[in-house]
């Protein structure tokens, strides 16, 4: 007998972790961390719904922090077991895992600092030193589809999903777990990519499973039929006749090398004037860096640009800001430039330095080119907000907003039925929709319903399933 209970990821795109127990082991299958919405926020610090210590293993899909940041907590709770992540999730997380204890740590300072605390003093949840340690407890995994035993009685294969580089479906086998004594697969989607996205290439088909968790972020929404570059050059030129800066809020891993790379094609094309590019981020060139070198993970047009000893990733004039006193130096500049900053959903970092600047300036634009979860300054931007509080300090909110779907790195809910359409004629028994806010989640159910007439349900938080 095995089981599937959800413990994050679901009735939120934040917070990914699911738990597999069965073939005699307890798996978990991403760890990620809260965020947005203060009561998602608050479990973070809540004991975890299982004993850490009793987890045999941990699976990693990718690097990105709502699917990873809540290893250095595991880690810290009592975890010590081995962490199975592909060889590009690895390479991010050491450099992901470590920045993000910093800003719990610098939150915690900050806080006991300004009195801004319930609790004496205020703890981070976690430090530098936890993620060193969970970062230890990596084990690299071919992202070819090898499988790997995870833990007794468990492996699992790694194949790319197109999202971010190293993002894998996972599939895990677990031995024994159905009523007939016979193992059983559950596939676990991870985020999935959006097809012709640049840099990497498309995800894979799904292996046959008997089920399957998928992920829904786009499940009621399809992206914008424009092109994302044409899009984009229009947004760069727009800002370029009103004279003023260009803020585009991204994740420094993934987001950020895949505007560059945009960036960088649109000045080649002559579609957009040479601008100044300052990419503010101290992870954005380390990121950048790893991204270059898994050349095993780059699609065939990119090793193509590199074959004519073009670096891909970068624009004719770009400065990458990776010091306090670089960042500050780019306070100085003037008139038209691009500004690339994280956090991508404006929940912190340098892009909140930024903002305060920006958002007020009429003449300045600020693209988002991301999901935006409930309950972030990014999302109350978009949905228009006169006013945001940033640094607790009410920042009126005057600029341009601009917003381009096409360039998420995540497949739209058409691009998941095509994605699922290889499984037509062997579907899994039973199948969630997971990775969305309920609305969506609820909608791609009606989706993989309505087209293949498939079992599948957005489960709840908490919820318990039998792998029959
Ligand atoms: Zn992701």
């Not at 127990?21 to 299958?29: D, H, I, T």
């Not at 703890?123 to 589809?145: F, H, M, Q, S, V």
């Not at 997971?434 to 087209?451: C, D, L, N, V, W």
Request: hydrophobic share 35%.
């Amino acid at each position: 007998m095995a089981t599937l209970s959800f413990w994050g990821g679901v009735g939120t795109v934040t917070g990914s972790k699911y738990l597999v127990e069965g073939g005699g082991s307890r798996v978990l299958v991403d760890c990620g961390l809260f965020q947005g919405l203060r009561e998602l926020r608050e479990r973070n610090w809540e004991d975890p719904p299982f004993d850490p210590k009793s987890l045999d293993a941990v699976v990693i899909t990718h690097a990105h922090v709502d699917h990873t940041a809540y290893l250095p907590r595991l880690v810290r709770l009592g975890f010590g077991g081995p962490v199975f992540c592909s060889k590009g999730t690895a390479d991010l997380l050491k450099l992901l895992l470590p920045d993000s204890a910093r800003l719990q740590e610098e939150e915690a300072e900050y806080r006991n600092r300004k009195g801004l605390t319930r609790h004496q003093p205020a703890l981070p949840l976690y430090t530098e030193e936890d993620a060193r340690a969970a970062i230890k407890l990596i084990r690299t995994c071919p992202n070819t589809g090898e499988p790997t035993e995870v833990a007794g009685g468990v492996s699992a294969s790694f194949h790319i999903a197109g999202h971010i580089l190293g993002s894998s479906l996972v599939l895990l086998e677990v031995d024994g777990a159905g009523s007939d004594g016979a193992g059983r697969r559950v596939l676990f989607s991870g985020d999935l990519g959006h097809y012709d996205q640049p840099i990497i290439p498309d995800p894979v088909a799904p292996p046959a499973c008997d089920y399957m968790l998928v992920e829904s972020t786009y499940g009621d929404r399809l992206h914008d039929p424009e092109d994302p570059k044409v899009a984009l050059a229009r947004v760069v030129n727009e800002a370029v006749a009103r004279g003023g800066p260009l803020l585009i809020p991204a994740f420094a891993v993934g987001r950020t090398q895949e505007l560059l790379y945009h960036l960088r094609e649109l000045e080649d094309e002559g579609r957009i004037p040479v601008l100044p590019v300052r990419v503010d981020s101290p992870m954005a060139a380390a990121a950048t860096q790893i991204y270059s070198r898994h050349r095993d993970e780059h699609d065939e047009e990119y090793a193509s640009v590199v074959e004519e000893n073009r670096h891909p990733l970068r624009t004719r004039s770009m400065v990458t800001a990776s010091t306090r006193e670089e960042s500050k130096r780019l306070n100085d500049e003037q008139g038209t430039r691009v500004l690339i900053s994280a956090s991508g959903m404006m929940t912190g970092g340098r892009v909140l330095h930024h903002a305060r600047r920006i958002l007020p300036d009429e003449r300045a634009t600020v693209l988002f080119v991301g999901f935006q979860a409930a309950g972030t300054t990014g999302r109350k931007i978009v949905d228009g907000s006169k006013f945001v509080r940033i640094m607790k300090g009410d920042v009126p909110v005057r600029c341009h907003v601009e917003r381009i779907g096409g360039l998420s790195a995540h497949a739209d809910w058409k691009e998941v039925l095509r994605w699922l359409e290889p499984l037509r004629e062997t579907p899994p028994r039973r199948s969630f929709t997971t990775h969305g806010e309920p609305e969506a989640a609820a909608a791609m159910a009606g989706h993989i319903r309505e087209h293949f007439g498939w079992r599948v349900e957005a489960p709840e938080y908490g919820q318990g399933v039998e792998l029959e």
